[in-house]
């Protein structure tokens, strides 16, 4: 069962935060998180493990909480290379793989 | 010094015909991966390899069918294409479990006209 984002899409000025969530009704054992531009490839951000860590990766950070079942991608002073669409996975090692949520659409304007 | 390659990068074709895409990796990684990125974007797994054995396989149609002659490749055949087939397929590669991060390739675009 995929795990839920929200929102589906924001549009920021340059300089503004955002904050994205991604939520499952299944036990996570990890959260990944990718960033994908338009017609490239998603390419890995961060992973966090269960525990309640955060972490953080220039100006973008996240925390996960695993008795919510939920994560959060934090982005600060965003900048235009900010842009894309930004994908949490969750993995069951029962199962063995990754299942990514549908995606929530960052626009970053000057 | 490319991590995980695919080629072709864009392939269009008709209905009925078969057609392959190629995977990859040369980062040493035990586990590869074929996702499908559908025009809203969602991503889904289809298979998964550890070490040349099929270890998901997602409800894909018979007519996928994926071949991994060793741990650093991984193809996809594709037999009597469907307009539904239309697509981006991602191979991907990670070290398996899961503390370890997917590397995607950079996609094939499947056009079925």
């Known amino acids: 069962q995929q795990p839920v984002q929200s929102p589906q899409a924001v549009i920021l000025r340059e300089g503004e935060d955002a904050v994205i969530n991604c939520s499952s009704s299944?036990?996570?054992?990890?959260v990944h998180w990718y960033r994908q531009k338009h017609g490239e490839a998603p390419v890995f951000l961060m992973i966090l493990l269960k525990g309640g860590e955060q972490k953080g990766h220039e100006k973008i950070s996240a925390s996960f909480n695993e008795k919510k079942q939920q994560s959060s991608l934090y982005l600060t002073a965003s900048q235009l290379s900010y842009s894309g669409t930004y994908f949490c996975g969750t993995e069951n090692p029962d199962a063995g793989k990754s299942t990514f949520g549908d995606g929530t659409t960052l626009t970053v304007k000057p | 010094d490319t991590a995980v390659s695919q080629t072709p990068k864009y392939l269009v074709t008709q209905m009925g015909n078969d057609k392959s895409i190629k995977c990859e990796q040369n980062?040493?990684?035990?586990?590869m991966y074929w996702y499908k990125q559908d025009s809203k974007k969602f991503l889904k797994i289809m298979f998964s390899y550890n070490n040349k054995e099929l270890i998901i396989n997602e409800t894909v149609p018979n007519r996928f069918s994926p071949k991994s002659p060793d741990k650093a490749h991984l193809n996809l055949h594709i037999n009597s294409l469907e307009l539904g087939d239309s697509a981006v397929y991602f191979c991907?590669?990670?070290?398996?479990?899961?503390?370890?991060?997917?590397?995607f390739g950079n996609g094939t675009r499947l056009t079925v006209t």
């Open positions: 991907a590669s990670s070290l398996g479990g899961v503390r370890s991060p997917l590397h």
């Open positions: 980062l040493g990684h035990d586990t």
């Open positions: 299944k036990a996570l054992y990890s």
